[in-house]
Nanobody, 125 residues
Framework: QVQLVESGGGLVQAGDSLRLSCAAS????????MAWFRQAPGKEREFVSG????????YYADSVKDRFTISRDNAKNTVFLQMNSLKPEDTAVYYC??????????????????WGQGTQVTVSS
């Protein structure tokens, strides 16, 4: 029902910035909470950041807090992840997700019903 397409990944050096975009197809985009997850080789997929449907509330994993910023433009059906001061440990495939998050379970993959294909972010030292 909801199609998500990520873009903006690439190869950068440590300390650089990158902005990821996630374009959604759906008539009720603003009714969904959105989130970014990432998965590095050999590691489990982890929560990075989330944002409420209105954009009024945001949530961040401790590992990216104060470096990454999530935002959304509901008029354009798009969510963004601004990544600053990138570190080699940020290297991963980044996935966009949509869902109706309940009980504050932003960190759980099970809170999201729709997922994008992922975009690769590689940070060299």
């Amino acid at each position: 029902q909801v199609q998500l397409v990520e873009s903006g990944g690439g190869l950068v050096q440590a300390g650089d910035s990158l902005r990821l975009s996630c374009a959604a197809s759906g008539r009720t985009f603003s009714s969904y909470a959105m989130a970014w997850f990432r998965q590095a080789p050999g590691k489990e997929r982890e929560f990075v950041s989330g944002i409420s449907g209105s954009g009024g509330s945001t949530y961040y994993a401790d590992s990216v807090k104060d470096r990454f910023t999530i935002s959304r433009d509901n008029a354009k059906n798009t969510v963004f992840l601004q990544m600053n001061s990138l570190k080699p440990e940020d290297t991963a495939v980044y996935y966009c997700a949509a869902g109706r998050v309940l009980f504050g379970r932003w960190h759980s993959e099970t809170s999201y019903d729709y997922w994008g294909q992922g975009t690769q972010v590689t940070v060299s030292s």
